[in-house]
């Protein structure tokens, strides 16, 4: 997965996994790591909120910050505090210009393989508190991992078997079905939060 390029389809993706991941929890900030498993690193890969216009593509070492904890640990996270929290890595968030008081965290893994890290940051009190808000993120986690699947599997190396289609190109049934996951990752946005 080095040097991950996003098409128009990918990318369009990704960014309705974040926006609408930020609206559902009220959130200042909402991003998409991949992971690089062969350099280590995580990938911002989406962002909507703080930081939108500069942070995509942006690495950082995958054992570092909360974001590296829920990859190693492979289970969704609330730190409320962060200035308390030992898993928040302080320096790294001073990078990205947007330092959160809070943050709501949730591994992308789809078949038993780690993808990465959904991320919300400084979200509203009432999504924080509740251990049912932490299990809402995890679902959609999930649910966002076997929609950003399509992506990994678009982009992995040379030598993988991809089966009878030509690198980097989707059958059309798997095509549909990634218009189909965007469509209704859409159609949840629009919806009015209640």
Known sequence: MNGLETDPLSSELLQSVVDVARAIFGAQA??????DAQADELIFQSVSGQGEGFLVGRRFPAGRGIAGWVVASGEPMVANELSRN??????????TRYVPDSL?????IHDGR???????????PQSR?????????????RQAAAALRVVVDRHLPDDVDRGPHPAGVLDPGRQATARQLL???QRLFEEPVG
Do not use: I, Q, T
């Open 86 to 95: 030992a898993a928040f890595d302080r320096g790294l968030a001073e990078s």
């Open 30 to 35: 909402s991003s998409v790591f991949l992971l």
């Open 114 to 124: 780690m993808l990465g890290v959904l991320e919300v940051l400084d979200p509203v």
């Open 104 to 108: 709501m965290a949730a591994p992308l």
């Open 129 to 141: 508190s509740s251990l049912n808000e932490l299990d809402l993120l995890a679902l959609f986690a």
């Open 183 to 185: 469509g209704s990752l």
